[in-house]
Nanobody
Framework: QVQLVESGGGLVQAGGSLRLSCAASGSGFSANRMGWYRQAPGKQRELVAVITSGSSTNYADSVKGRFTISRDNAKRAMYLQMNSLKPEDTAVYFC?????????WGQGTQVAVSS
């Protein structure tokens, strides 16, 4: 059984930065592709960043050049460095495998960006 716990969200002004963390327990983290997802109010959850077991990365166009995903397999941790934040980045952010596993959704961490 895998448990994923997100942290690091908060309220920040536009142009600011935040670093999100995802702590994983259980097996399977190191060998699998992982991602950061977000869900804004009234919208569907979307995948914004992906990292493979070998640390290759891919990003949604909306965050490319501003967000950086990374992982530390030894610590079973994943991170999302978010720079140049915009009000449209406001959402609850989640980590999960890619493709996502329904049983592994955590509570997420709220990011709010004020204009």
């Amino acid at each position: 059984q895998v448990q994923l716990v997100e942290s690091g969200g908060g309220l920040v002004q536009a142009g600011g930065s935040l670093r999100l963390s995802c702590a994983a327990s259980g097996s399977g983290f190191s060998a699998n592709r992982m991602g950061w997802y977000r869900q804004a109010p009234g919208k569907q959850r979307e995948l914004v960043a992906v990292i493979t077991s070998g640390s290759s990365t891919n990003y949604a166009d909306s965050v490319k050049g501003r967000f950086t995903i990374s992982r530390d397999n030894a610590k079973r941790a994943m991170y999302l460095q978010m720079n140049s934040l915009k009000p449209e980045d406001t959402a609850v952010y989640f980590c999960n495998f890619v493709p996502s596993v329904s049983n592994y959704w955590g509570q997420g961490t709220q990011v709010a960006v004020s204009s």
